[in-house]
């Protein structure tokens, strides 16, 4: 035992061996980093020698030199890999918060990725060679689309409440019906937030139901903000009433109050002529009168994570003015992926094409259907593991959005037969790269391909076959 432990090289030794030099440039781990990690593999190898539970090749063997790099490189590989990877989506679930929301489009990717290598006029404006204002950027562009005065972005929309009742309603009273009073994803009440940002809460009405003189029997003098906030997540049913905005809106300017709507999702596109839900369309929104609206960036919008208000240029500018925007403010490669997603969006239906949670949303049964028994045909071809069935099966939007929406798609159904449907699904999930999600229903592996590219079709395919 002595023996073997002293025939391992020294380091210094080993810092001399072809195979660690080749390391050195392979890894960019600089000569004390990588050192360091040789310093660990040793101490590991040494421990295992002891404990007699080494089951490599001898020490002072060239063999032992060579499996000693092998660990080296391995452990490299771990502690130096990104923990944020990409998975690829197969549970037809669009909006799935935990996958990452929204994928952007190329135009969006595209403009971060110039934007974050390069300097660029964030805040300068090159005519006048002077200062300028982050906020110039996607305003012109969230006002052509949402026919508002003025708008700003913010980090999310949970911020962008929060701004919007700290920076109106602080010490003041906000009216909100109870049937509104939403959690959403286990993190966000509108409460709660109410609270944090100083503004009283008054309820009005009850769970489902709502009349206006419920409002206009709360509206006082301590009266700052009417809201109304988007039932995401989840829907009342059957006997409900809840007053619409128009009426909100009347309501609201009698009674020199400001109309807020927290529109949640905030749809920027008519998916109501696609028979795809009841959102209302943000432009419908402002045009009812609305003094201010906010909405996510990264839900129904498709774009990156930020909260965007819009409305009244009087209010905006007011909220611009706050404190509170520069705490809440959004990075340049925020604003670029969002300006790449309003471009495509400006575009028109050819543009939203570009986007990938319109294009999922949008795409056609027929095109589902001829991807998931082409899929199968494929599977079926190269290997006869599986038994497989494509079936009619509803997709979710997600993120907390459209609740009460399914979206008619077809599925295909895996079985594999020496493993459960657990077993496969855990198999997808992490022992590939990029690491496979799927849903599990009665003992069978789901895959919705309306959530996958088809570039990554044939890697799932390949994966399966694998098993
Ligand atoms: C999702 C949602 C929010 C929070 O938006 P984030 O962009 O996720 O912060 C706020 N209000 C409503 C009604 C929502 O649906």
């Known amino acids: ?56 090749a001898m020490p002072g063997t060239n063999q032992f030199i060579t499996e000693m790099f092998q660990l080296l490189n391995s452990q490299i ?23 990452g929301r929204a994928r952007l489009s190329d ?20 005519i006048e060679g002077e200062r300028g204002s982050r906020h110039s950027h996607v305003e012109t562009l969230i006002k052509e689309i949402t026919g508002a005065e003025a708008a700003m972005v913010v980090n999310n929309n949970a911020a962008a409440v929060y701004l919007v009742l700290r920076a109106l309603a602080e010490n003041k009273e906000v009216i909100v019906s109870r049937g509104q009073l939403v959690e959403i994803g286990g993190s966000f009440r509108i ?36 809201m109304k ?17 128009e009426e909100l809106v009347q309501l609201s300017k009698e009674k020199n109050v400001i109309f807020y709507e927290d529109l949640g999702s905030g749809a920027l596109y008519d998916f109501r002529k696609h028979g795809i839900g009841e959102e209302p369309v943000v432009k419908e929104v402002i045009a009812m009168g609305a003094d201010v609206v906010s909405f996510s960036g990264d839900k129904l919008l498709g774009g990156p994570q ?71 045909t494929n599977l079926l071809q190269a290997t006869d593991k599986y038994l497989t069935e494509v079936f009619e099966d509803m997709s979710q939007v997600g993120g907390g959005t459209m609740p009460d929406v399914q979206l008619p798609t077809r599925v295909v159904a895996v079985k594999h037969n020496k493993l459960s449907a657990e077993q496969l699904g855990k198999k997808l999930r992490t022992e590939c790269k990029p690491a496979i999600v799927a849903r599990i229903q009665k003992d069978a592996l789901i895959i919705d391909l309306r959530t996958v590219s088809s570039e990554e079709e044939p890697f799932i395919l390949q994966a399966l076959i694998n098993i």
């Open 306 to 376: 930020a909260g965007i208000i819009a409305g009244k240029k009087e209010i905006i500018d007011k909220l611009k003015k706050h404190q509170l925007a520069r705490v809440l403010r959004v990075d340049k490669m925020t604003l670029a992926a969002l300006e790449g997603t309003l471009l495509d969006y400006a575009r028109g239906e050819k543009g939203i094409q570009n986007i990938p949670t319109l294009r999922d949303l949008l795409v056609n049964l027929d095109v589902l259907d001829d991807r998931a028994k082409g899929f199968v």
């Open 1 to 56: 035992m002595k023996e073997w432990l002293r025939s391992i090289p020294a380091v210094h030794e080993l810092q001399n061996h072809e195979q660690f030099l080749t390391l050195l440039e392979k890894s960019q781990l600089d000569v004390i980093q990588l050192t360091k990690q040789l310093k660990e593999v040793i101490s590991q190898v040494r421990t295992l020698l002891v404990k007699e539970q080494w089951h490599g």
């Open 77 to 99: 590989h771990k502690q130096f890999s990104f923990t944020i990877e990409k998975v690829i989506n197969a549970t037809g679930t669009i909006l799935h918060t935990n996958l």
């Open 229 to 245: 906030v988007h039932t995401s997540n989840f829907k009342v049913v059957g006997f409900t009433k809840s007053i619409e905005t």
């Open 191 to 226: 409460s709660s937030i109410m609270e944090e940002s100083g503004a009283t809460l008054i309820e009005v009405g009850t769970t489902n139901k709502t009349h206006l003189y419920d409002y206009e029997k709360a509206i006082q003098s301590e009266t700052a903000i009417v």
């Open 107 to 126: 135009n969006a990717i595209n403009h971060v990725i110039e934007t974050a290598r390069n300097y660029s006029n964030l805040e300068y404006k090159l």
